[in-house]
């Protein structure tokens, strides 16, 4: 019986060796080819985080007007100032979101490309122009926004984003896992090495340790935006229940263009909706001071932009989102006679709907202000740093001409393993994609030598 119980601990023993062995083989390899896409989101991610700072900052003579008693001018008055100085078609109007501030008028010129014209909406001065920055305020942002997606360079790569992602969270689980106190080795909770590559190991270790939790809030909370996670997301809160609400659309056409096609201010949960279309496709449409009348009567957030029909069957649409997510909005508004077709707010979507706008906001660094901002910002610099520390880690272990991948011995994949990756892989299919492959390539390796 002795020597039995003896057999049965020396087996748990080889396979929590073996599993042990095996994450942190993975998760050095997953960590080698994620690093890359890690720190382009956590340099981006940072910067993003201040656009509105930023954007003050280099057209501060743009966004930026004397504060008056006066009062400002009608919506009308502005976007005919605006079209005089810069003629074309009127795309949205947002007005000033506080004193101080000047209002912004989309206008899309002959060649089609947008500009954003800004207005003192007290004087009615003409100000200046911007090349459209979208939800971003400006070309830089823009710039910094494509960026952190990789939009500008396709399909693929966006797929590279998402999975860089998924991989985020699994990494930060195995790092815990590896770093996790076993017998009496304990997990470090500060830098103890003074110098070489056992440094680099603490400050990678110690670094995650205090910002796990915010680096998986960051990766899970950001994935609602990505192409295929966020879209299976997106149905599955529908198809339960706690999405969307049914009843909103059933009483008026729609289009087939959806709303985050148009709109810069578009919430998460919206981005897929059809635009709705008026209901009639003749007559005179209603003025703009009226529409703006009936949104604000609403008590819409300021900070709002307003989108103009760009055809006779299209719609006056309002929308916001500000930094507290309760008081996010969307109003559509029939172009011909001004009634409210669609009005929705976080209070009517479902508990997923609602959860998703929730991270939103705060990956974003809106909802708690400028505390959101640096909690975050640290954040970005910790995965920065735990990049650094992981490369320089490699390169000094690494032997000459050799990757210097960690060995796991005899080839064979721990059934914990296998589990965990089956688990991950149903959570996120790109992630279990990628470890075929990397479990493919692993058997390749394996029976090369085995040959050899």
């Not at 996790?180 to 270790?205: E, L, N």
């Not at 919430?267 to 703006?292: F, H």
């Not at 050799?402 to 064979?412: D, E, H, K, N, Y």
Request: with cysteine.
């Amino acid at each position: 019986m002795t020597d039995i119980s003896l057999s049965a601990a020396a087996k748990a023993r080889a396979d929590s060796s073996a599993l042990y062995r095996a994450i942190w083989r993975w998760h050095f390899i997953a960590g080698l080819l994620v690093i890359p896409f890690v720190l382009l989101l956590a340099t981006t991610g940072g910067i993003y985080l201040f656009k509105d700072e930023i954007n003050d900052l280099l057209h501060r003579d743009l966004r930026i007007v004397p504060v008056t008693q006066s009062a400002q001018l009608p919506a009308s008055a502005i976007v005919s100032a605006a079209l005089t100085n810069y003629p074309g078609t009127l795309k949205s109007y947002l007005p000033a979101p506080a004193p101080g501030r000047s209002t912004e008028v989309k206008i899309e010129n002959e060649e089609g490309i947008t500009q954003s014209v800004y207005v003192d909406p007290t004087r009615g001065t003409v100000l200046g122009a911007l090349g459209d920055g979208g939800a971003a305020g400006s070309p830089e942002m823009q710039l910094v926004r494509q960026l952190h997606s990789l939009a500008y360079f396709g399909w693929l790569p966006q797929r590279f984003v998402e999975l860089a992602a998924g991989w985020m969270v699994l990494l930060t689980a195995s790092g815990i896992y590896l770093w996790w106190p076993r017998g009496k080795r304990a997990g470090t909770f500060t830098v103890k090495a003074a110098r070489g590559r056992p440094w680099w190991r603490d400050i990678h270790a110690v670094t995650g340790i205090y910002t796990a939790g915010f680096i998986l809030f960051l990766a899970m909370s950001g994935l609602p935006w990505s192409g295929y996670w966020g879209a299976k997301f997106y149905d599955l809160a529908y198809q339960v229940g706690l999405g969307m609400p049914d009843g909103y659309w059933f009483s008026y056409p729609t289009s087939t263009v959806p709303v985050g096609a148009v709109l810069d201010k578009t919430p998460w949960i919206m981005e897929r909706q059809p635009m709705p279309l008026s209901t009639a496709s003749d007559g005179t449409p209603a003025g703009l001071d009226q529409v703006v009348a009936t949104v604000e009567a609403l008590g819409i957030a300021p900070g709002y932009g307003l989108d103009v029909p760009s055809d006779p069957e299209g719609v006056f649409t309002a929308s916001v989102y500000p930094d507290d997510v309760r008081r996010e909005r969307v109003i559509h508004l029939d172009q011909y006679s001004g009634k409210v077709l669609f009005d929705m707010g976080v209070a009517d979507l479902g508990a997923l709907g609602a959860a998703a706008e929730l991270g939103v906001s705060l990956h974003t660094g809106q909802y708690f202000g400028v505390v959101n901002q640096i909690a975050l910002l640290l954040a970005c610099l910790a995965m920065i740093v735990m990049c650094i520390a992981a490369v320089t880690m490699w390169w000094k272990r690494r032997p000459s001409g050799s990757l210097g991948t960690p060995r796991v011995g005899a080839w064979r994949v721990p059934t914990g393993l296998i589990l965990l990756g089956a688990a991950a892989g149903l959570f996120f299919p790109l992630v279990g994609l990628s470890m075929l492959v990397m479990a493919a390539i692993e058997w390749v390796i394996a029976r090369r030598q085995t040959v050899a």
